[in-house]
């Protein structure tokens, strides 16, 4: 069955995580995706990222961002391998990077210089802080983006230390963001006869997530901080609530659901309380009431409470990891997929999260090995095995 993007060719110079993350979502959606790695330095840096490998080379890590994938690999410096690059550009619709934000143009892979090999062709550039700015030239990582971005400081208990995300959400979060770009400007070519160049870095998604609380500060001075129980800065009770044997976060973002639980906890009275009956009593007396529930839910256990109320009220489960995974809901949206790796056998991931009516969005391939469809990817452009030989001798490709 097909897939939205199936029949759309994509060229990335991509590694880590932010980059081989935007271009997932669209290789699962059916677009070929063309890994350029630099084989010279090992390939994409995520291959080197443990603790779990198959085997140098190849690790887990990698083959959580890279399925449905091609590796092709070449070298951008070498002047047979930008030859080879910009043959693959003449058939694809987008060229995609997430290299410092000074490097694209010294590669060659910014529209106006691939413009006259393919006039339609989107160039998307996700940096650490954008291509132009006295930052251009800087390394950057999703960890340094939450400190400078303010997250650390919303983040965990009042009187505890600064405490980051504890995923690499700015990193996914850019990814998103940059597949959205790609598309956009997909779009726009298709209508238009014309490409152009898109970026996003990690600072600027880091300061656009700040959204309602940037609003607050912007527009009235507020500055948001970190509240107790990882509460929500205004809504009580958003929390963290005690059980018998851990954690429930319960969610009172609309005044309906408040005399719900007051009701589900054999608590009436509450709903009516003028000290509890709306948004601005309960932010006023939250200590109070943190001390209520904790001492009506720490009477029975997580899984009790979750079975009393949910569907009722807006509640779910502190989870770990291996809890989340095991979790029969994720069973039951079959969320976690098994597909065959030609090495290692069998592998389990998290499938794509956009659902197609009509297509199937099960991985077709694992994460591919460094230059594994190096031959394939040049006899389309052309190439005979003897200039292919001689390529690698050149130490063009891999």
């Known amino acids: 069955m097909s897939l939205p993007l199936s029949g759309i060719r994509i060229v990335s110079v991509e590694q880590y995580g932010a980059g081989p993350f935007a271009t997932l979502h669209l290789a699962d959606l059916g677009a070929e995706v063309i890994k350029i790695e630099n084989f010279h330095e090992g390939g994409d840096m995520g291959r080197a990222v443990g603790p779990l490998f198959f085997a140098p080379g190849d690790s887990y890590f990698h083959e959580a961002f890279n399925r449905n994938k091609r590796s092709l690999g070449l070298d951008l410096k070498h002047a047979k391998g930008q030859e080879i690059f910009r043959k693959l550009v003449e058939g694809s619709d987008a060229v995609f990077d997430n290299l410092r934000g000074d490097l694209p143009a010294k590669l060659g892979i910014t529209y106006a210089q691939?413009?006259?090999?393919?006039?339609?062709?989107?160039?998307?550039?996700?940096?650490?802080?954008?291509?132009?700015?006295?930052?251009?030239?800087?390394?950057?990582?999703?960890?340094?983006?939450?400190a400078e971005a303010g997250y650390l400081s919303l983040t965990g208990e009042p009187d505890g230390p600064p405490a980051r995300f504890g995923l690499s959400m700015i990193d996914m979060m850019t990814g998103t963001t940059a597949a959205m770009a790609l598309l956009a400007g997909l779009v726009e070519a298709r209508s238009t006869g014309r490409g152009r160049d898109l970026d996003v870095s990690l600072f600027d998604v880091a300061m656009h997530n700040l959204g309602y609380v940037a609003t607050w500060y912007l527009n009235a001075g507020v500055v948001t901080n970190r509240e107790p129980r990882s509460s929500?800065?205004?809504?009580?009770?958003?929390?963290?609530?005690?059980?018998?044997?851990?954690?429930?976060?319960?969610?009172?973002?609309?005044?309906?659901?408040?005399?719900?639980?007051a009701e589900a906890l054999g608590k009436p009275e509450w709903s009516t309380?003028?000290?509890y009956a709306t948004f601005a009593a309960r932010l006023k007396n939250r200590e109070r009431i943190t001390a209520e529930l904790d001492a009506v839910l720490?009477?029975?256990?997580?899984?009790?409470?979750?079975?009393?109320?949910?569907?009722?009220?807006?509640?779910?489960?502190?989870?770990?990891?291996?809890?989340?995974?095991?979790?029969?809901?994720?069973?039951?949206?079959?969320?976690?997929?098994?597909?065959?790796?030609?090495?290692?056998?069998n592998i389990r991931g998290v499938a794509s999260p956009v659902r197609v009516d009509g297509g199937d969005t099960h991985p077709r391939r694992a994460a591919p090995r460094l230059g594994e469809d190096t031959d394939a990817l040049l006899e389309e452009l052309g190439y005979a095995p003897h200039a292919i030989g001689a390529l690698r001798e050149q130490a063009a490709v891999a």
Not at 120 to 139: E, F, K, M
């Open 114 to 146: 691939l413009a006259n090999v393919n006039p339609r062709i989107v160039c998307v550039h996700l940096s650490a802080y954008g291509r132009s700015g006295s930052r251009a030239a800087w390394p950057g990582f999703d960890y340094l983006m939450q």
């Open 232 to 261: 929500h800065p205004s809504l009580t009770p958003s929390q963290l609530c005690r059980t018998k044997d851990g954690w429930l976060f319960l969610m009172c973002n609309k005044e309906k659901f408040w005399p719900a639980l």
């Open 273 to 275: 309380d003028p000290d």
């Open 298 to 345: 720490m009477t029975a256990t997580t899984e009790e409470w979750m079975s009393r109320l949910r569907g009722k009220v807006p509640i779910a489960p502190v989870y770990d990891v291996r809890q989340a995974l095991d979790n029969p809901f994720v069973a039951e949206q079959q969320l976690v997929l098994d597909f065959e790796h030609a090495e290692h056998g």
